[in-house]
Nanobody, 124 residues
Framework: EVQLVESGGGLVQAGGSLRLSCAASGITFDDYVIGWFRQAPGKEREGVSC????????YYADSVKGRFTISSDNAKNTVYLQMNSLKPEDTAGYYC?????????????????WGQGTQVTVSS
């Protein structure tokens, strides 16, 4: 059974930082791209960042470029999202997802498995 479990969300003031974790099981980690998505109430789910577990290639949405950093610890089957300089508009549920293959961008249809999400709230 494939499981993706997110953790690390919480409440933080604007300008602060959080680190999200996504622990994967039931998949051959190196064969997947792991992506982070977010969804705020009343808004569509949007892609934030993704990483190829195989070669470490990364991609960021323009809205988070320079503030968020995605990384992977293949020994732990875990992907991290370091979020710095957080803004109130970053408030959302954050979800990790796995897409089979060597590379994927942030198209939700490409991702086969999804976690349950972790809430990030940034106060002004």
């Amino acid at each position: 059974e494939v499981q993706l479990v997110e953790s690390g969300g919480g409440l933080v003031q604007a300008g602060g930082s959080l680190r999200l974790s996504c622990a994967a099981s039931g998949i051959t980690f190196d064969d997947y791209v792991i992506g982070w998505f977010r969804q705020a109430p009343g808004k569509e789910r949007e892609g934030v960042s993704c990483i190829s577990s195989g070669d470490g290639s990364t991609y960021y949405a323009d809205s988070v470029k320079g503030r968020f950093t995605i990384s992977s610890d293949n020994a732990k089957n875990t992907v991290y999202l370091q979020m710095n300089s957080l803004k109130p508009e970053d408030t959302a549920g954050y979800y990790c997802a796995a897409a089979p293959g060597l590379w994927a961008l942030l198209k939700t249809d490409d991702y086969s498995y999804w976690g349950q999400g972790t809430q990030v709230t940034v106060s002004s």
